[in-house]
């Protein structure tokens, strides 16, 4: 009688370990197919601008393709804020296409006038945050694209905002 109860104990052991061999042999193979599957562009797909670059180190580099956009100034504006003796010193730069290059340097008046009249409504309160830079620039980079219509600006790189 005392043989009976090691035998299940045995086979109850050994039963549990079968599905967990099981589970870990398809994990390695599906994060393996994953894995190839990503490789070869067969998921998310590779874009068709890249391509491979061997380096001095012998490595294999990807680069893509710059694109076609341009820069376009906007005139530096100084701004005296309405709360306080102090003034702001506002310096970007639009990043646009380059086919709508000179569309976005024909409304710069209205650009300049839109964000002029955006920064004088500003009080000292809202820029003493540490957020607040990507949260104006978010605010000027939106009526900037109203102004200049959709598709004609993709960006609004800040190169100065200094607070006297």
Not at 34 to 62: C, H, I, K, N, P
Not at 69 to 74: D, E, K, L, Q, R
Not at 134 to 158: E, K
Request: proline share 5%; aromatic share 4%.
């Amino acid at each position: 009688m005392a043989d009976a109860p090691t035998e299940t104990n045995a086979a109850a052991k050994a039963r549990p370990r079968r599905p967990l061999v099981i589970g870990l042999v398809l994990a390695l193979l599906g994060g393996a197919g994953g894995f190839l599957a990503v490789q070869q562009g067969l998921l998310f797909g590779r874009e068709s601008s890249v391509r491979s670059a061997g380096g001095d180190t012998g490595g294999d580099m990807l680069i893509r393709d710059m694109p076609d956009i341009a820069f376009v100034p906007i005139e530096p504006i100084v701004i005296s804020l309405r709360d306080q003796n102090r003034h702001l010193r506002f310096r970007a730069q639009l990043e646009v296409p380059r086919g709508h290059q000179a569309e976005v340097e024909r409304l710069m008046p209205r650009v300049v006038d839109v964000l002029n009249s955006y920064l004088r409504a500003l009080e000292t309160a809202d820029l003493a945050d540490g957020t607040s830079l990507s949260r104006l620039r978010a605010q000027m980079l939106r009526r900037v694209q109203i102004v200049t219509g959709g598709g004609r600006v993709n960006d609004l790189l800040i190169m100065e905002f200094v607070l006297n």
